[in-house]
């Protein structure tokens, strides 16, 4: 019913920037929450960043002042700017969205993208 398809990821050097994307579709009524979740190996699954509606934003707190999320909600796409990377930092990293559709409230997850900062 809905899908999210992320762009963005690869491979860069520690202190680069990456910039990934998000982009959710189907019959959406409304899009409260998007964020990022990310998973290095031997890992659990964990929250880097939130956005709601209104942009309100909540960060992991070891990326903050680092990872900036953002969103457009004309285009249902969220974002996530990446800069000062550190090895770390290293996951795959998935989009999540909590929507309101015909059929009512659920969390969507789109395709996981690989991250990989180099020491």
């Known amino acids: 019913q809905v899908q999210l398809v992320v762009s963005g990821g690869g491979l860069v050097q520690a202190g680069g920037s990456l910039r990934l994307s998000c982009t959710a579709s189907g019959s959406i009524l409304s899009i409260n929450t998007m964020g990022w979740y990310r998973q290095a190996p031997g890992n659990q699954r964990e929250l880097v960043a939130t956005?709601?509606?209104?942009?309100?934003?909540n960060y992991e707190d070891s990326v903050k002042g680092r990872f900036t999320i953002s969103r457009d909600n004309t285009k249902n796409t969220v974002y996530l700017q990446m800069i000062s990377l550190k090895p770390e930092d290293t996951a795959v990293y998935y989009c999540?969205?909590?929507?309101?559709?015909?059929?009512?409230?659920?969390?969507?997850w789109g395709q996981g993208t690989q991250v990989t900062v180099s020491s």
């Open positions: 999540y969205a909590h929507c309101i559709t015909t059929r009512g409230m659920k969390d969507y």
């Open positions: 956005i709601t509606k209104s942009f309100s934003t």
